[in-house]
């Protein structure tokens, strides 16, 4: 028996900070129509990154819900906070279903993401588990990927936003206070408030 609960997309990542390029993103994942809200996770910390001069969660997460309070089918988790270390996307989604038994998941991610998708940890259990939506990326190739990963993604339309969090970042540092080119308004205001991304 299928589960007859909402169908949920699990969008992960450090959002250091979130820019307009992961709301616009958020949005493709909606407007597929394959899944009815979205969750949106950010990590405490990255299992595959340096994360040593990483925003404190506590901010990238304010952040996360000053940019998506006006999209009723998103909603910001903190979940990643209270599981084991280090933060593997299949603990999330293992801890999800085991509490939500009447949802389906989706795992949501960007097709440069589903280039690298064989070198998460127990992807291959990730796949038994959940779905992947794809959203498609200029200039990214899957192609190469084994078809038992194509086999499971399901690409949906998306038109990129040319922007990163390192690009952010490294604007404030230099003194840019006029970011609402990159993110929305609510989180410029937040960066300046808080004085985030200072030299």
């Known amino acids: 028996m299928s589960p007859a ?4 997309g699990l969008f992960g ?3 250091d900070p979130v820019h307009h390029g992961h709301v616009k993103i958020a949005k493709s994942f909606l407007d597929s129509n394959l899944i009815d809200r979205l969750l949106v996770v950010p990590t ?5 990154k340096d994360t040593s001069g990483q ?7 304010r952040m996360l819900q000053l940019a998506f309070r006006d999209i009723d089918q998103v909603a910001v988790s903190d979940i990643e906070t ?21 949802n389906k998941y989706f795992l949501c991610i960007g097709e440069d993401s589903l280039a690298s998708f064989h070198k998460w940890w127990e992807y291959e259990e990730i796949l038994d588990r959940v779905p992947l939506i794809v ?31 390192t690009e952010i970042r490294n604007r404030a540092w230099s003194g840019d206070n006029q970011l609402t080119d990159s993110v ?8 300046h408030k808080k004085n985030l991304y200072s030299a």
């Open 5 to 8: 609960g909402p169908r949920t």
């Open 55 to 61: 925003t404190p969660f506590a901010h990238r997460f």
């Open 135 to 165: 959203a498609a990326r200029p200039g990214a190739d899957s192609s190469q990927q084994s078809q038992s990963i194509l086999d499971r993604a399901i690409f949906v339309d998306h038109s990129e936003v040319e922007i990163s969090s």
């Open 82 to 102: 209270h599981l084991s270390k280090p933060s593997y996307t299949l603990k999330t989604i293992r801890y999800l279903q085991d509490e939500n038994p009447g």
């Open 184 to 191: 929305p308004e609510p989180v410029a205001d937040y960066i």
């Open 13 to 15: 990542g450090a959002f």
């Open 44 to 48: 405490p910390e990255s299992p595959h």
